[in-house]
C-alpha cells in the first residue's frame, strides 16, 4: 500500500478546506441575493442585514452574549445576522436559509447557556429578535401579548405601569429574553403558587417551516403543547406569547438569611429539604451555597443564604415560620415589605430605592464565563452528603461557584407532568442549578472549572433523580448528550431527550414530524423527526 506523502497530505487538505470556504462564500452571497430578490422591499430589508464586513456586525453580535466562553475569536460566527423589524422579513429569511442549505439560530436574549441561540459548527444565520419587544397589557382581562424579543424585566416593568396587584411568574433575571425562557418552561419564584411561565400561556403567534404565520387555533393544540416547554427552535420562530396575568398582593415580604457552617448551616439546610415542599403555597424559600471569607479573620466556609418571596405581610409571614421551621430564628428585622415590583428588583441583585427603569436596560449587569448543570432531588440529601459538597466547594475552581436550591410543591405537585412538555412536577423536594464562574481567559481555565463542575455533578449521582438523570432544557447542558451535526437519529436525541422532557420526549418527536418533517429548525439539542431516523434504519 502506498503511503501519501506529507506534501501531498497537506495539498489535498488545503484544497478541501479551499472548496469548503469557497462553498461557504458563495451560499453567503447566494443567501443575500436571494433575501433581495423575494422581499417586498429590498431596501428595507437590506437595512436589518449586518455581514462580517459592517462595522455594527461585531457589536450587533456580542451585545446579547452573556456567557464569555463564546466570544473568543474561534467561537464559530454567522455568515449573516438578521435583525427583523417587522414580521413580514422574516418568512423570507427562512425561505433563503433553506434554499441555500444555511442554518438559522434564532435569538431573543442570549441566555442560552450552551450558546445554541448564536453558535453552530455550520453555515448559519443569526435571526436576532431584538426588535420584536412590544408589550401589550390588559388589566380588564388580565392579559398581555409579549413579544418574544422582550425581557422579562421589560414584561414587568409594563405590568407594574399598568397595576399594582398583577404580576407574572417567570424569572429572576431581567436580561432574560421571553421566546427562550417561556419556551422552556420558565421558572420564577411564584411557581409554587402559579407553576411555571409556560403554564400560564394561552395563546401564542409562530412562523412555521413553510413561512406561515399561525396562532393557537390554526397550529393545533399538539403544536401549543410542545412549544410551551418543548423549546420553540425545534418547530419554527416564535413572534409573541399571549399570557395570563396573575393576582400579588399590594404587599409581599422578603428576606435573606445568611447561615455559615458555623452557623448550623449543614443542620438548617438538611432540614429545609423535608419542609420547603410543603410550605403554604405563598412562601417560597431557596437556598443559595457559596464559598465566603469570615469577616472577622478571612478564614474560608461555606454560606447557607436562605432567600424567601412571601406573598403576604410580615404578620402572617413570622408565626408561619414559628410554627414550620423555627430552627431557621427568622425576627422582624429580617424582613422587609415592598410591593411585588421591588421584589423583582431586590432578588435580580439592585438595592432598595433603584428606579425601575432599570429593568429597561436589556445590558447585564456582569458578564462572565460560567458552565452550568441541573438536577432533581426526591429524597433528603444525608447530613454527611451534604459534607461532601462542603468538601468539593473549598477546591480552588470553586471560588465562584453556587448551587441554587429552589423548593417544590404547591401548585408544581397539582399540574400534570404531560400537562406541557416540562415533566418535573410532583414527586420532587427541589431543583438544583449547578453554576461555576471564572475570570480567567482561554482553554486552560475554562477546561479547569468545567471539570470542577463535571466532578461535582458526578459526586451528586446518588443523591439525585435517576432513570432518567432529569435536567432541565432552559440550563441547556450539552454534557447530557448532543444530536450528530447533520440530520441526527431518534436514538441518539433520546440520550438527552429523556432527561429533559421524561416520556414527553416521544409526543414532541411526533410533533416535529408533523410540523418540520425536513428538520430544518435544528441545532445540537433539538427534536428530530421519526422520518429522519428510519430512513436512517431502512424501514
Known amino acids: 500500500m502506498k503511503i501519501q506523502s506529507t506534501s501531498g497530505l497537506s495539498f489535498v487538505l488545503v484544497l478541501l478546506f479551499s472548496s469548503s470556504w469557497a462553498a461557504s ?43 464569555l466562553r463564546f466570544t473568543s475569536s474561534d467561537t464559530p460566527k454567522p455568515t449573516v445576522i438578521v435583525t427583523p423589524l417587522h414580521e413580514s422579513q422574516i418568512p423570507t429569511v427562512i425561505k433563503c436559509s433553506r434554499t441555500h442549505g444555511i442554518q438559522i439560530r434564532v435569538r431573543s436574549g442570549g441566555h442560552d447557556y450552551e450558546g445554541l441561540s448564536y453558535v453552530s459548527e455550520l453555515p448559519f444565520v443569526i435571526l ?60 420564577g419564584l411564584m411557581l409554587r403558587k402559579y407553576g411555571l411561565a409556560a403554564d400560564n400561556i394561552i395563546d401564542t403567534r409562530l412562523i412555521n417551516v413553510n413561512g406561515e404565520i399561525l396562532d393557537r387555533k390554526s397550529m393545533g393544540e399538539d403544536l401549543f403543547w410542545a412549544i410551551r416547554g418543548g423549546g420553540g427552535a425545534s418547530f419554527g420562530v416564535i413572534l409573541e406569547w399571549k399570557i ?13 438569611i445568611d447561615k ?3 452557623q448550623n448551616a449543614t443542620n438548617l439546610v438538611h432540614k429545609w429539604q423535608s419542609i420547603a415542599s410543603k410550605f403554604p403555597e405563598d412562601l417560597f424559600i431557596r437556598i443559595i451555597i457559596r464559598r465566603v471569607s469570615l469577616a472577622r479573620d478571612g478564614k474560608q466556609t461555606i454560606q447557607a443564604s436562605f432567600n424567601s ?107 400534570s407532568e404531560y400537562a406541557i412538555p416540562f415533566p418535573h412536577r410532583a414527586g420532587n423536594l427541589y431543583k438544583i442549578q449547578h453554576l461555576v464562574y471564572w475570570e480567567e481567559e482561554g482553554e486552560v481555565a475554562a477546561e479547569r472549572h468545567i471539570s470542577w463542575i463535571r466532578r461535582l455533578y458526578s459526586y451528586m449521582a ?40 421524561k416520556n414527553n420526549f416521544n409526543r414532541l418527536v411526533r410533533v416535529k414530524t408533523m410540523v418540520d418533517p425536513g428538520n430544518f429548525f435544528r441545532n445540537e439539542q433539538s427534536i428530530p423527526p421519526i422520518s429522519l431516523w428510519r430512513k436512517k434504519k431502512g424501514d
Open 25 to 67: 462564500v458563495q451560499n453567503h452571497e447566494d443567501f443575500l441575493q436571494c433575501l433581495s430578490l423575494h422581499s417586498q422591499n429590498s431596501t428595507s430589508i437590506s437595512q436589518v442585514i449586518y455581514t462580517p464586513n459592517n462595522s455594527s456586525y461585531l457589536p450587533i453580535l456580542q451585545f446579547s452574549i452573556q456567557n
Open 128 to 187: 436576532d429578535m431584538i426588535n420584536f419587544k412590544s408589550i401589550t397589557v390588559d388589566t380588564e382581562t388580565r392579559t398581555a401579548w409579549v413579544q418574544s424579543g422582550s425581557t422579562i424585566g421589560e414584561l414587568y416593568y409594563r405590568i407594574a405601569e399598568k397595576s399594582k396587584v398583577l404580576g407574572f411568574p417567570a424569572g429572576v433575571c431581567p436580561t432574560v429574553g421571553v421566546g427562550g425562557h417561556f419556551s422552556g418552561g420558565g421558572y
Open 309 to 415: 418571596l412571601f406573598l403576604g405581610g410580615q404578620d402572617r409571614l413570622l408565626p408561619l415560620m414559628q410554627e414550620n421551621f423555627p430552627e431557621l430564628g427568622l425576627a422582624k428585622e429580617d424582613c422587609t415589605e415592598m410591593s411585588w415590583i421591588e421584589s423583582v428588583l431586590y432578588f435580580a441583585g439592585f438595592p432598595r430605592g433603584e428606579s425601575l427603569e432599570v429593568l429597561l436596560d436589556r445590558t447585564p449587569l456582569v458578564r462572565q464565563y460560567f458552565k452550568a448543570k441541573s438536577d432533581y432531588v426526591k429524597e433528603p440529601i444525608s447530613k454527611n452528603g451534604l459534607k461532601g459538597i462542603w468538601k468539593m466547594f473549598y477546591e480552588d475552581e470553586a471560588e465562584a461557584a453556587e448551587m441554587i436550591l429552589s423548593p417544590y410543591g404547591g401548585k408544581m405537585d397539582e399540574i
Open 462 to 501: 446518588p443523591y439525585v433523580s435517576k432513570f432518567p438523570r432529569a435536567a432541565y432544557i432552559n440550563y441547556r447542558d450539552l454534557d447530557v448528550g448532543v444530536n450528530n451535526q447533520g440530520n441526527t437519529s431518534y436514538a441518539q436525541a433520546s440520550i438527552w431527550g429523556f432527561k429533559y422532557f
Open 244 to 256: 395570563k396575568l396573575l393576582s400579588v398582593p399590594q404587599d409581599v415580604t422578603v428576606f435573606t
Open 260 to 262: 455559615t457552617l458555623e
